[in-house]
Nanobody, 126 residues
């Protein structure tokens, strides 16, 4: 079992930055992949970014490329999402997720992930 706890959300003006953190505990392993998703009111939960536990491979959604960066600190069992140049359309609850045994293909759909955090709210004002 893996527990995920997100933090770092808040209210920021358009053009600003935030860094989200996801602390993982329990039975994590080097075969895991970690991801960030977001869900705005009335919308489906959508993929944002993913990273292998080793940090060797990452992939971002087109909507955040060039603005968001996913990273991992293995010593702290923590995944980060650095969000720059934020836009009002980035407003959502952001969720951290973990997938057991990613198998060489980075997971980009919510159905591929096994564990989820509770989410952290990010609000970008115009």
């Amino acid at each position: 079992q893996v527990q995920l706890v997100e933090s770092g959300g808040g209210l920021v003006q358009a053009g600003g930055s935030l860094r989200l953190s996801c602390a993982a505990s329990g039975r994590t392993a080097s075969s895991y992949a970690m991801g960030w998703f977001r869900q705005a009111p009335g919308k489906e939960r959508e993929f944002v970014a993913t990273i292998t536990w080793s940090g060797g491979s990452t992939y971002n959604a087109d909507s955040v490329k060039g603005r968001f960066t996913i990273s991992i600190d293995n010593a702290k069992n923590t995944v980060y999402l650095q969000m720059n140049s934020l836009k009002p359309e980035d407003t959502a609850v952001y969720y951290c997720a973990a997938k057991r045994g990613w198998g060489g293909v980075l997971p980009t759909t919510r159905y591929e992930y096994d564990y989820w955090g509770q989410g952290t709210q990010v609000t970008v004002s115009s």
